[in-house]
């Protein structure tokens, strides 16, 4: 199909060029600036971020580690997956599944299951897309980060104002915010995998009144058999500025249909160019819908203090075959919540105060059924079928004090409190096939579960010249399980096992200005965590492991020259369990050994990002990009391994008029087969292949 398409977009640039009137210099700049990767001076800015505390601040105020992917850098990257955006930040790595799907790290390892859906706090414009207790693995592809106005990655617990799901980082995806003049921007991409995007949107303000309204929209017939995909999401934005308040209201929807495909088998299919496009599960797809209203009350109180109210109401629902596991069985997950942000900031001189309360009330439901004959210990029949009533609570304190015009000390505290009613739709017990054969699903009868958990946070932040500043910290993260980790139970559990995970995080760092040139952001951390809920790779239950996460991480920015710039983001991290666990034999356990200081599977010590920028001319702009993965080992008893791999990225984009920019993509230059993911699991050594060299091709208007 790709013969077809460049014509038609060369056939449209032609009829379009002619007609573009010019605009002025002050529009033409503007959009050069909005189009190009970052200059030298605006490498060295201070960076505004958001997700700290809930407003906005300068990146040198914030004692953490927060990585901020701009508009015009999301716009230059044009990613066709987040993974491909947020792989510029250090010590963050997501595995790309199929199609849409994803798994995530961040200073961990590539967690899956309740732990890959409970670690990370994935935000819209500082609201989670879930509800706490209901995550999704895949969370992000909710967000429209397609048309985001930035993404900020906090690395590590996230500290007072978040609660449950923070405790490895946060990803908050923010939506453009209203224009001061009238604006128009529309893009249209296809590549040679047979891709395409569109994508665009209206802003600007009258008055009082701004808004911004955007829509995207992806199809492709996919880089594997059977493995289509169509997505559509929209956003609206509505802000109202009146005298001493505001009123901020975002709308979200998202729409995917895809067509799955599974993972691919052996090391030498690979590397075989035919073998790795082939699907064994053509039966596999994803459908999920999700719809998100919030609104954003600022008031402004007088002395110095600010009252923000966010009240927000989510939904959503995603039904998929487990294509992952034995079984293949339908699953069916959907929740609806409606809750509300409070917060009041006080800054007075040395002393600075923040409090507030979170609430939100959450009804979820799960059904699994498995249609194909018992296999192992995956019985035919039904798995599950329960609803969960959730109510979640918070309160949450920070202070921070100038101890001297150079230090400054803050100290926060949050309590998360949560009450699960669970009502069980199924036979209580262990789920028997037609045959009578008793499996591996558990069904725990009616229960009511609540947990209170406490994250506090202390840090130090000290101002040693106008060029170099640092900062220590301490911070607990904590969440209460998963409902799937409390109800989806497997024989050999007790009700009521899952307890509220943990992680105790210090952190060293230091931002360096040297010269008018060069930006250094290095961190140091360390963490421990207790009562990690994990799958093994017999696909079985750990209800108590431990780990211990260490390591560096370093982002630097220099302008070489006036038209080049060099970023990159280096990781080194070791990602350890600190337990043993010997199943043995025992045909009713897993047989899956972990010894304490053995690497946690799917976790590579090594992560590297690099860039390189060159803007020629006022209107080129030029990219290369390079990625590297390395080794980690796919199994928690060591005994597999995917070697890594490094990819080169090349990206380029001309302005042919004022208005109207050409722009190429050209993928894997090196064509690598490589994996977007190594797997080990019921015996098998399992990938999903990355897609080989792809050229793209698309045109970006903005008016």
Do not use: C
Not at 43 to 59: C, F, G, M, N, Q
Not at 154 to 173: D, E, F, K, T, W
Not at 190 to 218: C, I, M, Q, V
Not at 489 to 500: D, I, K, V, W
């Amino acid at each position: 199909m790709q013969d077809k398409i460049f014509p038609a977009i060369r056939s449209l640039f032609s009829a379009l060029a002619p007609v573009l009137d010019p605009v002025p210099a002050s529009v033409q700049a503007l959009a050069l600036v909005l189009a190009a990767p970052a200059l030298a001076d605006d490498l060295l800015a201070d960076a505004i971020v958001v997700t700290a505390e809930r407003r906005a601040e300068p990146l040198s105020r914030v004692a953490r580690s927060i990585a901020v992917l701009d508009e015009a850098e999301l716009r230059l990257v044009g990613a066709d997956h987040i993974a491909e955006a947020l792989a510029r930040a250090p010590g963050v790595n997501l595995h790309r599944g199929s199609g849409a799907e994803h798994l995530t790290a961040i200073r961990s390892p590539v967690l899956t299951g309740g732990a890959g859906a409970g670690s990370f706090l994935f935000l819209e414009n500082g609201v989670p897309i879930r509800s706490a207790g209901f995550a999704n693995v895949n969370g992000l592809f909710d967000a429209h980060y397609e048309l985001a106005g930035g993404i900020e990655i906090v690395r590590g617990p996230s500290g007072p104002l978040y609660g449950a799901n923070a405790i490895h980082g946060v990803v908050n995806v923010l939506t453009p915010q209203p224009t001061e003049d009238l604006s128009v921007f529309a893009e249209i991409f296809g590549d040679t995998e047979d891709r395409y995007k569109w994508k665009g949107s209206l802003a600007g303000t009258a008055g009082a009144h701004g808004f911004f309204a955007g829509a995207s929209a992806t199809s492709e017939s996919g880089y594997r058999e059977d493995a289509g995909l169509d997505q559509q999401k929209i956003s609206l934005r509505h802000v109202w500025t009146g005298e001493g308040a505001s009123l901020d209201t975002v709308f979200s929807f998202h729409n995917l249909e895809q067509e799955t495909a599974g993972f691919i088998f052996g090391a030498e299919t690979l590397k075989d160019r035919a073998a790795r496009r082939a699907n064994d599960f053509p039966f596999a797809y994803r459908d999920a819908k999700a719809a998100r209203l919030q609104s954003t009350l600022t008031l402004d109180a007088g002395r110095a203090t600010e009252l923000r109210v966010t009240p927000y109401a989510r939904w959503n629902e995603m039904e998929f075959p487990q294509h992952f596991l034995p079984s293949n069985a339908l699953e069916r997950n959907s929740h609806w919540s409606v809750g509300a942000q409070g917060a009041v900031y006080h800054d007075a001189g040395r002393l600075s105060l923040i409090a507030g309360l979170d609430a939100e009330y959450t009804e979820g439901t799960l059904f699994e059924f498995q249609a194909r004959e018992t296999i192992f210990s995956f019985t035919q029949g039904l798995h599950y079928d329960y609803r969960v009533r959730a109510v979640n609570a918070s309160g949450f304190a920070q202070g921070e004090v100038e101890l001297d015009p150079k230090t400054v000390v803050a100290v926060g505290l949050r309590i998360d409190g949560t009450i699960y009613d669970y009502d069980n739709r199924a036979g209580d017990g262990i789920a028997v096939d037609p045959e009578g054969n008793a499996g591996r699903f558990l069904r725990p009868p009616d229960a009511v579960d609540r947990f209170v958990t406490a994250s506090p946070k202390f840090s130090v932040r000290r101002t040693f010249s106008d060029a170099l500043n640092g900062y220590v910290s301490y911070a607990r993260g904590a969440r209460p399980p998963q409902t799937t980790d409390l109800y989806r139970l497997q024989s050999g559990q007790t009700e009521g096992a899952a307890r509220p995970e943990l992680i105790d995080a210090g952190e060293i760092g230091l931002r360096a200005r040297l010269g008018e040139r060069v930006n250094i952001d290095l961190a140091g951390f360390w963490m421990e965590k207790r009562n990690f809920f994990f799958r093994d790779a017999d696909g079985r239950n750990v209800i108590d492991g431990r780990t211990r996460h260490a390591g560096v991480e370093a982002e630097a920015r220099l302008a070489l020259l006036e038209s080049l710039t060099l970023q990159s983001a280096v990781t080194y991290a070791a990602h350890t369990y600190r337990f043993d666990r010997n199943p043995g034999s025992d045909p009713g356990t897993a047989r899956e050994n972990i010894t304490s200081g053995d690497d946690v599977d799917t976790a590579p010590r090594i992560l590297a990002n690099t860039r390189l920028s060159w803007r020629p001319a006022a209107r080129l702009t030029l990219e290369a990009e390079w990625v590297s993965v390395g080794a980690y080992f796919t199994n928690a008893a060591n005994t597999r391994r995917y070697d890594g791999h490094n990819l080169l990225h090349l990206r380029g984009e001309v302005f042919v008029t004022d208005r109207l920019a050409a722009f190429l993509t050209l993928r894997n230059v090196t064509d690598a087969l490589y994996a977007e993911r190594a797997d080990f699991a019921f015996g098998s050594d399992r990938f999903f292949p990355g897609e080989v060299r792809t050229l793209g091709f698309g045109l970006r208007y903005r008016g």
